[in-house]
């Protein structure tokens, strides 16, 4: 099953502010260790808002509303994607994330499970795969 | 509370099982037996944690937890200990003297030495004096950390019957006095295959499931999944571990479009490729050029993941290169012969040269007989007949077909298509 640990931003990746070199080498031994026990799928940091945009949709009209944004603790920072066997794995992965501000910086991840095929009604049991095009 | 704290355990011995078992093997000298402490000091872990609460650093908890058993028992058991110093001597000295370019290439991105202990436990696990279905087991056991009850679920046998099967395991394991070593570099590429097969044979194994079956069993393609992205991060500079990793992200990334809504199997060319899984795509096609750049002639694992590529890169069925997919198979059939891949080829060649030079191939290996009672080659034939407009051959080859497959739902549909050519002959 898929997590996504979610970093939220605050006023420094807002600002674009790059992280220092500590930080990267903490964030990049975590990265590391996801990829070394193979549940490392995706991730990415996000530039600050200030260089995005949001479509607004009011009524039958979309609206093109420019960067930045202000309630910045609402605001993501960027992205960790994780394949895991369990929500307590997911749990444990978690808990190891680096602080993603750094050292003592109030900080605050979220994690939140994706939708799986499982998750969709259940259909009918599948005869046995015999699908000679495939690779 | 106490279940709780069960579970969050649990998942911390999955993320470190198989490092923990593999610096005890590295220390005992024998996999059966690191496993064991290792199983004692979860058992510990489970004593204590439950009482006082995870610690900051459960990994590390276990590891000196684990290795002060390992100590002990070789501290109490003076047999145990001589026989060991000799091996472990011996060991040392022949490895070192024998793979330098293997360990040096692991050695110069190696950050831990865990790294090289879990490499020697996966060549270990999938060691050829054990059956393949040993190899499976075992493999999950040490490397995946499963219990012996969740793998018995995932091959639906009772769970007395996969004990048995580890403890044979590991006991044919010591009494060929197989070391906990990486192979001699004269035996590397053999050794490495049987680990890329076994591998490959866990991810079919979950990847053939129906849905209708056991979480376990799909489980088991996540699992071979991870293993290989394991192997790929412990052995960078072989080609064919990127090629697997490759070939079974890009077959993964079908799965949620193999089935419609009623549960039947939709052929490749038929699935909706929107619900394709494109970051699983994006890493295949990531883990192939990575095979590829490492600048050797393609083996047959590097070579299936190109045409599932070339599947992959196709957002339309319409737009699919067949005529490099024909190449492909020529040349996978060059390098692993085999009468399926060549029927294979002439599907494809049939697609991008037309159906006669198809059949032409699909002729050739109908009289060469070797695909005898396999009903997917009288099922080929017939889709080749039909586009060449041959409607009573075609129906007579699809009717051949259907009486040769055992899948009802598939005789059905076979037999539907006989009826539906014989109609368009009179038509």
Redesign the interface.
Known sequence: MRFMIIVKANASTEAGVMPDESLFAAMGDYNQQLADAGVLLDGAGLKPTSQGWRIRYEGEERRVVDGPFTETRELIAGYTLIEVRSREEAMEWSRRFPNPHGPGVSAEIEIRPLYEMDDFPPSPALERMRDLQVP | MREQAD??I???W??ESARIVATLARIVRDVGLAEELAQDALVAALETWGRDGIPER?GAWLVTCARNKAFDLLRRDRVLRAKLEQIGLDLEAREAASVPDFTDDLDAKR?DVI?DDLLRLIFTACHPVLSPDARLALTLKLLGGLSTAEIARAFLVPESTMAQRIVRAKRTLGEARVAFALPPPAELDQRLDTVLATVYLMFNEG??A????D?MRP?LV??A??????LA?LAPQEPEVHGLVA?ME??AS???A????????V???DQDRSRWDG?LI??GLAALERAAGLGEAPGPYQL??H??AC?ARAHRAALTDWRRIAGLYAELARAQPSPVVE??RA?AVGMADGPAAGLLLAERLAQDGRLDGYH?LP??RADLLLKLGRHQEARTEFERAAALTA?A??RALLLGKAHAAAQAGTA
């Open positions: 579970a969050a649990a998942a911390v999955r993320i459960p950050q790294q990847y053939a129906t849905a209708g079956e979480w489980a996540a699992e999944l991870r293993l290989g992205r394991v991060g070939l890009l077959q079908r799965m949620g193999r089935a419609d809504a009623a549960g039947a199997p052929l490749l060319l970051v994006r890493r299936q993941a045409i599932a599947h029927l294979n599907v997917w099922s080929v899948n739902r598939e």
